[in-house]
């Protein structure tokens, strides 16, 4: 997938394994789509020569790419010195990339998946398997994040100006939320002087499930022309599910039978969101926008069974997400400088039935929290760009775990509350020197605050609050060598940081009447990265090599593991962890009809030292050493390699005075298997998977119609690793979907 035939303005704010062959499936995955790439590459050829208007016009791949990095100015593309994916809105539309998991893997290093409740994200091996995410937010200024969770929020792309992706730690400018990265996602403005409306209708049919209907709409209506515009964006989707409930009996903890639910198609899924953005130029000089977002997401039952997707449920477990989010953004130009402030309000409620040795658990995390950010930025055409600015968040969280009442009176256990805040400040700034037009260098830091606050509501009389205090000071320096106007060698150092976790209030409570003891929490971690990155393009622009090699040194990582075998997990650290790896992307664009490309990535995350622990095993009763992590093994949830390819294809056609055109989508994405942690010492594993998809049909200005394949070899891999102890099942990729897209545009 291409994102770079566009204009953007991008800017970087300052327990059985069925492993497959990975050569195999490289080498499949290699040769169907080098056969694709040379069967469009010789039909563009033939077009080209046809087409008079292709011959004239120059194909140069980054030709009107023009990027704001750094928020000192704009800049080529291939003058970022930064590792950085751009996908933009009309592209995502056109390839019918509606989710995160569609695309995001074509940034390479990138990875997502679903745990069963809300996505997950990890770029070049830097994972988080629990506490603040490793990958930071951003809906258009503002952060997303909460208080020790690591949630991506199950957003949609329809009637986005761009997505971007930035691999490697962003603390400078965007925070403690970003050791690995930071994914964006840019909302359309509405036009300040033209009615717009957009329809994007799907409907489809799942193999081994039902019919889905997905319904995008959005419409932006000038208020007063040239002066306040509103755009008003609604999704609506419902899926068929397809896992089928596998009939019998089960037995729950204390002896007694229950049936398992034995209907078909249990884990349905429905979303529904809108956004409302409104856009007002306050003066001359002035701009102010305010955007309310507000998503539902309710699965019967997760994504998760057997390879004939079936699976085991005694419990019905349904999950709901829902999310909303607002913020104020105002802007000043000065003569010399931007002024910026930004005002965000955030809240999140994630709630699921699982089961606990065959009894019902309810969890429920309810997140809320505040930001304020200000900044100024210069705007001269001197030699020394610079950024500067300040931040202040207030964050609290909410958690409830209620367990069978059963539970608790054999026991003498309550139900676990838990309410987590943050106190959070920070201060940054970056600059930029130009010392010629081959050479620059970039030197930043962010002096960071925060205050966390525990209190377990759990018992009678609550104790006092666990209180711990961070502050971090973070730099990074970036140096930029442009031999020539097509290429681009740039080195950074740069550091991340996450701040610490109280312990989790259900485990102090299952662990003290056993006498097990625990620590306090995990204290914080930090990551610095070295990165040296190699962009160019040859043959007349035709042809984009973006190239990367990167070594990441991680310390104290934050995980958790068992203090009762398969049972209870603790939060602690787990010593250190080193991820080296490359990444090489190419894009070929012979003409302005005929795009092909593809990237893969390797990377070799590890722990650096082994991690034990001691834990009662239930089975004797007695305190066993476990070995958790042991040294030299992958880290969790990271695949060693993946590998995504791409060709898109337009054509004119013979009607509609020309205005009508062809177009043909196809793509493909591998991802290594990933490992986990079983909670007895032992190592999970999940499959690799390859996952194509491909796209054909018709549209102009106006209307489009579209026939679509998704998951076009029916992939049925284990995406997630199993648990059976735990009744997690493995994550499963929804079937071959077969459908047809219509959408007008006014």
Known sequence: MSARSIRINFEIKGINMKKKSNNIAIFLITRVYALLAFFFFSVGMVGAENNASVNEEKDDIDEIVVVSAFKHGEQDLLTVPASVSVFSGDELEDTGSYNLQDFLQMAPGTTIQNNGMYNQMQIRGVASVLGTSTVGYYIDESPFAFVGSNITPDSRAFDLERMEVLRGPQGTLYG??????????????????????????????????GNNQLYNVALGVPLIEDKVAIRVTGISEDLAGWIDGQPGESVDFFGQPTNN??????????????????????????TLTAQYWYSDTDFRNPDQGFEDRTATIP????????????YVNYEHEFDNFNFMSNTSYTDAAV??????????????????????????????????????????????????QDLDQRINDAFGFPDAVQIDDTTNSALFADGTYSFNEQWDVSIGARFFKDER????????TPPDPKVQKFSDFSPRLNVAFHPNDQSTIFFQAGKGFRSGLNQFAVTYFLAAPLGIDIPAGAQEEDLWTYELG???????GKVLLEAAVFHNEWDNLQQSAPVILQTLNAILNAGSATSSGAELGLTFKPNERLSVGGNVSWNDSKYGEDVSVNAIDLATGDTVPVLIFPKDQRLANVPEWTASLWADYRWPLEFGNGAWEGYFHTDAQYRDVITNADGAGGILFSDDSLV???????????????????????????FTPANPPFAIWAN???????????????
């Open 453 to 460: 606050a525990t209190i377990d509501l759990s018992g009678a």
């Open 534 to 540: 190699y962009k160019s393009e040859f043959n007349d």
């Open 351 to 400: 709630s699921n039935h699982g089961e606990f040795f065959g009894t019902d658990i309810f969890s429920m995390v309810d997140n809320e929290g505040w930001t304020q950010e200000m900044r100024i930025s210069s705007t001269g055409d001197g030699p020394f760009q610079w950024i500067a600015g300040g931040m202040y968040q207030k964050q609290d969280s909410n958690t409830l």
């Open 692 to 718: 194509a998809r491909a796209r054909i049909g018709i549209d102009n200005e106006t209307w489009g119609v579209f026939l679509f394949v998704n998951n076009m070899f029916d992939e049925d891999s284990a």
């Open 315 to 326: 419990i019905k477990n349904p999950v709901s997400n829902k999310y909303k989010y607002a």
């Open 261 to 286: 639910f034995s209907g078909k198609d249990l884990n349905d899924q429905q979303h529904n969101s809108f956004r409302i953005k409104l856009l007002a130029l306050t003066s001359e000089r002035s």
């Open 732 to 746: 499963r990729l929804r079937p071959r979907t077969i459908g047809l897209n219509v959408k007008y545009r006014y």
């Open 176 to 209: 403690q939320g970003s050791v690995a990265g930071v994914l964006r996602m840019i909302t359309k403005n509405p036009s300040l002087n033209d009615t717009e409306f957009v329809a994007d209708i799907s409907g489809s049919s799942t193999e081994d499930g």
